[in-house]
T-cell receptor
């Protein structure tokens, strides 16, 4: 079955450390997105990519970086510059720009 | 600026009751999409419905129904005869649909629905 796979499910970061969250999709979707969810809040867009080798900042891109070297992969790096990284991170994809219909199961990131 | 407001933070009902989740949106665009997503305790977001701004017809899908009213900028979601499995966080969202569309979604803060047996 096609879908989006996020890994790991849980991730712990030490102070000053960069960590990378994986997002892979086998839906042949052009567009991919990263959202951050904080407790009791909706999702906020971090980065998005509409095509391979291209990506744009969302509303809260500071402290994060991404790459889109392959259509099926859109990894997110949480850098040490992100001072409050504890959150639930969701990756999504869509076949066009209409909207992200498919979401992964998420990665929960915590600070050690 | 675009904004989505879900004023109900938490709702608790007893099984078989009907429940309506409210969603009010703000946008200057004339063309846009509205969505509802369900987030069960497992965390993933499940797409429920997409409605474009030119289609104000209400929609029914099984026990789910949606009432879109442009006059009041609302897109409310009703679950009829609620079940325990409906317990989840429900998000309403808005996105632009014009030529500059990026697929970016603006989410409301979510409504936590608890259905008790």
């Amino acid at each position: 079955d096609g879908g989006i796979t996020q890994s790991p499910k849980y991730l712990f970061r030490k102070e000053g450390q960069n960590v990378t969250l994986s997002c892979e999709q086998n839906l042949n979707h052009d567009a991919m997105y990263w959202y951050r969810q904080d407790p009791g809040q909706g999702l906020r867009l971090i980065y998005y990519s509409q095509i391979v080798n291209d990506f744009q900042k969302g509303d809260i891109a500071e402290g994060y970086s991404v790459s889109r070297e392959k259509k099926e992969s859109f990894p997110l790096t949480v850098t040490s510059a992100q001072k409050n990284p504890t959150a639930f991170y969701l990756c999504a994809s869509s076949i066009d720009r209409a909207q992200p219909e498919h979401f992964g199961d998420g990665t929960r990131l915590s600070i050690l | 600026a675009q904004k989505v407001t879900q004023a109900q933070t938490e709702i608790s009902v007893v099984e078989k009751e009907d429940v309506t989740l409210d969603c009010v949106y703000e946008t200057r665009d004339t063309t846009y999409y509205l969505f509802w997503y369900k987030q069960p305790p497992s965390g993933e977001l499940v797409f429920l419905i997409r409605r474009n701004s030119f289609d104000e017809q209400n929609e029914i899908s099984g026990r789910y129904s949606w009432n879109f009213q442009k006059s009041t900028s609302s897109f409310n979601f009703t679950i009829t005869a609620s079940q325990v499995v409906d317990s989840a966080v429900y998000f309403c969202a808005l996105s632009e649909a014009g030529s500059g569309n990026t697929g970016k979604l603006i989410f409301g803060q979510g409504t936590t629905l608890q259905v008790k047996p």
